[in-house]
T-cell receptor
Framework: DGGITQSPKYLFRKEGQNVTLSCEQN?????MYWYRQDPGQGLRLIYY???????QKGDIAEGYSVSREKKESFPLTVTSAQKNPTAFYLC?????????????FGPGTRLTVL | DAKTTQPNSMESNEEEPVHLPCNHS???????IHWYRQLPSQGPEYVIH???SNVNNRMASLAIAEDRKSSTLILHRATLRDAAVYYC????????????FGGGTRLMVKP
């Protein structure tokens, strides 16, 4: 089945540690995205990538980093510089970035900082 | 992306149709109307989108007002599994990068 997978589903981190969230898609989509969702809120864009080896900052990129070495993969690293990292993280992909393209989302990773 | 306005919550009875409204008075001529829904503790799921004409798919129907300043997502027979937050989003034809999610409508379905 085609789709987006994220791992792990739950992640616990001690303060001061970097953690990497995995996102893989087998939809052959060029564009991939990372969003953050806080309780009761909408999604906010962290980073996006329109093509391999290229990515751009979204609205809340500070304290996060990404890479896009393969079309299928777009990992997100939450660094110790992120002041309030506890949140629900969602990865998405789309075949294009125009208004006529829908985004497909993964199941999410819930990160908790202890 | 232009702004949309949705009711905070709605209730429906199981097996009955549900009409979820969305106002988007500042929509431009090239904005697409997208609907997503999010079940508890899950990622958002694409439901439907359209530009000017009404649209139907296996999940729902989208009715777009003639002046395009409002739209309605129609679930023909609500089930308990349809209980979710429904987001109405406008995306320009050259939208670029992201979806801008507002507060959405929390749909509760009663058995």
């Amino acid at each position: 089945d085609g789709g987006i997978t994220q791992s792990p589903k739950y992640l616990f981190r001690k303060e001061g540690q970097n953690v990497t969230l995995s996102c893989e898609q087998n939809l052959n989509h060029d564009a991939m995205y990372w969003y953050r969702q806080d309780p009761g809120q909408g999604l906010r864009l962290i980073y996006y990538s329109q093509i391999v080896n290229d990515f751009q900052k979204g609205d809340i990129a500070e304290g996060y980093s990404v890479s896009r070495e393969k079309k299928e993969s777009f990992p997100l690293t939450v660094t110790s510089a992120q002041k309030n990292p506890t949140a629900f993280y969602l990865c998405a992909s789309s075949s294009g970035t125009g208004g006529n393209n829908e985004q497909f989302f993964g199941p999410g990773t819930r990160l908790t900082v202890l | 992306d232009a702004k949309t306005t949705q009711p905070n919550s709605m209730e429906s009875n199981e097996e009955e149709p549900v009409h979820l409204p969305c106002n988007h008075s500042t929509i431009s001529g090239t904005d697409y109307i997208h609907w997503y829904r999010q079940l508890p503790s899950q990622g958002p799921e694409y439901v439907i989108h359209g530009l000017t004409s009404n649209v139907n798919n296996r999940m729902a129907s989208l009715a777009i007002a003639e002046d395009r300043k409002s739209s309605t997502l129609i679930l023909h027979r609500a089930t308990l599994r349809d209980a979710a937050v429904y987001y109405c989003i406008l995306r320009a034809w050259n939208a670029g990068n992201m979806l801008t999610f507002g507060g959405g409508t929390r749909l509760m379905v009663k058995p």
